[in-house]
């Protein structure tokens, strides 16, 4: 018999049907034993009474074991059962555990047992030692907060993806074997076998290839890449993190701006009817009042922050370009420029002039923009240089030397000189977002197997060592590891 989804099962009431699912928990009562059920679809509660041969079989099953149930579905007339009703018929949905039939079970297969879970699946693991629940990571994702936030995220990626594609962008892949890329942060590097002595970096973001889609004729273009930055751990940090990446020709900061408010808006509209936009269109803070008032350039500007349904948007704008590199943690580079953001970002239209002329360093403004939601950057991006003379001008201003600019960058340049349409983007940090759209405290949550806070996978063990073997055929001989004194 084909398998019913628990959901669908108030649609066969008096069939009998055979479910597929885990035992969610077991209740033996004598005479009668009896079980919550789960799959991905929901929970239902299952009754054995009456029959001997199927009660054995019952009293041996375990909480997590899979299993296969043969029932009839009966309806249920119980008080919870009847709020249940009142409630499906109020707002036309149904909860996942369905209150308003049950099963009348009449036969069992096990399908797989389990070991007893070393916590509690059938509650909220929110305050379950973490390093336990990553070790476990497949027991945790199994609790019902765990389903929703990967559901959800599920859910707004594809209405993204729609999105997008209704409005005629492709989405593209781009390597993840790259090469390093001068994007502030430090690169995580592979080696190579068959160039020994040559190394791979992972994609920081796919920043420069999202640029040549744009050369290559494609106009728009997004991907949810992955990006990796090997960075301390610090706070809610991941060494790899997803990002809705977007690339588009012959546009402006305001286009850009304007279809990405439009697509959030739509997210929250259409997927979270409960939360509320504090302000549409979201507003706009110039970076240096959102410093002088709210003391950092992510402000949070929710009217009241006890309402865990408030989505406070807003755009954070005119950055400036350079800033000096005063904090650097090498003393040489104190005093040098560098970018606030992007080296391939473009200014404003009003600042090319300076950019050009190398003038006016510290008041060049970049065409910059920022989305930032209750107090966090869930995304950035900007308007690009694609005149190959003002990128030259950007990195020369940033310190690179002419030979410098022609090996790292030679290859962009030389795209930008084929033919490059004017072009700009943006990155959603959608970790992120998804981490405030679930009201949830860490991005941890919202990732189905992220790192813990050392950058380790508990439940894999890695990173770990290579074999031998696997050294020597990459030309790699470890040195020492000195100990701190
Ligand atoms: N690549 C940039 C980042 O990762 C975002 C962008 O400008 O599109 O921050």
């Not at 813990?452 to 073997?469: K, Q």
Request: charged fraction near 30%.
């Amino acid at each position: 018999m084909k398998r019913t989804h628990i959901k669908n099962l108030h649609q066969q009431q008096g069939e009998t049907v055979v479910i597929n699912c885990w035992v969610d928990v077991a209740r033996d009562q004598g005479k009668m034993a009896f079980f919550d059920f789960r799959d991905a679809s929901g929970k239902v509660q299952g009754v054995v009474f009456g029959k001997p041969e199927v009660l054995e079989i019952a009293k041996t099953l375990r909480p997590e074991w899979v299993v296969e149930v043969t029932g009839i579905v009966n309806e249920r007339n119980v008080k919870n059962a009847k709020e249940f009703k009142e409630e499906v018929a109020e707002t036309g949905k149904r909860d996942f555990f369905v209150k308003d039939v049950e099963l009348e079970i009449t036969d069992f297969k096990v399908l797989n047992k389990a070991e007893t879970p070393v916590f509690e699946v059938t509650e909220s693991t929110v305050n379950t030692n973490e390093e336990v629940r990553l070790k476990n990571r497949y027991l945790d994702l199994r609790t019902e907060r765990m389903q929703n936030n990967m559901k959800m995220r599920h859910r707004v990626a594809k209405l993204c993806r729609d999105y997008l594609d209704e409005n005629d962008f492709l989405e593209l892949e781009t390597p993840i074997l790259t090469k390093s890329t001068p994007e502030g942060a430090r690169d995580y590097v592979v080696p190579s076998r068959l160039s020994p002595h040559n190394f791979y970096a992972l994609p920081q973001s796919p920043q420069q290839y999202k640029q040549l889609l744009m050369t290559s004729g494609m106009e728009r273009y997004f991907q949810f890449a992955r990006c990796m930055r090997d960075e301390d751990l610090r706070g809610d940090r991941q060494p790899e993190f997803t990002q809705l990446d977007i690339e588009m020709s012959f546009v402006s900061e305001e286009d850009i701006m304007q279809m990405n408010e439009d697509l959030l808006i739509k997210i929250v509209t259409e997927l979270y009817p409960e939360k509320k936009i504090q302000q549409i269109p979201f507003p706009r803070i110039p970076y240096a009042e959102a410093m002088e008032k709210y003391g950092n350039d992510r402000p949070d500007i929710r009217e009241n922050k006890d309402d865990e349904n408030l989505l406070a948007f807003c755009w954070v704008v005119d950055f400036p370009f350079f800033e000096k590199t005063a904090d650097s943690d090498d003393p040489q580079a104190q005093g040098e420029w560098t970018f606030t953001h992007n080296p391939f970002s473009l200014s404003k239209p009003e600042h090319i002039e300076n950019l050009k002329n190398k003038e006016n360093i510290a008041d060049i403004m970049a065409a910059q923009y920022d989305i930032c939601l209750n107090g966090y950057e869930i995304g950035g991006g900007s308007v690009r240089a694609h005149d190959p003379e003002i990128l030259k001008s950007i990195l020369s201003i940033l310190g690179h030397s002419e030979e410098k600019i022609q090996e790292n960058f030679g290859h962009m340049l030389k795209a930008l000189g084929s033919g490059t349409p004017p072009h700009g983007g943006i990155a959603w940090g959608f970790d992120r977002l998804m981490m405030i759209l679930q009201n949830e405290r860490t991005i941890r949550e919202v990732i189905a197997f992220p790192k813990n806070g050392e950058g380790r996978d508990p439940m894999m063990e890695s990173p770990s060592s290579v074999s031998e073997d696997q050294l020597n055929e990459l030309h790699i001989q470890l040195k020492q590891i000195k100990k701190p004194q």
